[in-house]
Nanobody
Framework: VQLVESGGGLVQPGGSLRLSCLAS????????MTWYRQAPGKERELVAG????????NYADSVKGRFTISRDNAKNTVTLQMNSLKPEDTAVYYC???????????WGQGTQVTVSS
């Protein structure tokens, strides 16, 4: 099983980044997909999620209207489009796959996002 994140980097405030998470080794379409982030000295927090069935999404209040999560089951990929980035969005971003029926979950290794001028 692998979840591999990509797309992180350094961006100026107000800029955009697009994170991708490529999954392999499990039935991607059966899992809800989520993005978490962890800033230095802080706990890991949920950023956005998308269900496995109807594609319903949810977002942390801090990113609503700026971030968009989407998935492509044919490509085993979940993406996080991040616009209007702020310095407080700086964190390591992690992809997580979760299946409620058996509470199975997998994590990626994370990708660094730094928002700074």
């Amino acid at each position: 099983v692998q979840l591999v994140e990509s797309g992180g980097g350094l961006v100026q405030p107000g800029g955009s980044l697009r994170l991708s998470c490529l999954a392999s080794g499990f039935t991607f379409s059966s899992y809800a997909m989520t993005w978490y982030r962890q800033a230095p000295g802080k706990e890991r927090e949920l950023v956005a999620g998308i269900t496995s069935t109807n594609g319903r999404t949810n977002y942390a209040d801090s990113v609503k209207g700026r971030f968009t999560i989407s998935r492509d089951n044919a490509k085993n990929t979940v993406t996080l489009q991040m616009n209007s980035l702020k310095p407080e969005d700086t964190a390591v971003y992690y992809c997580r796959a979760y299946r409620r029926v058996d509470a199975r979950n997998y994590w990626g290794q994370g990708t660094q996002v730094t928002v700074s001028s």
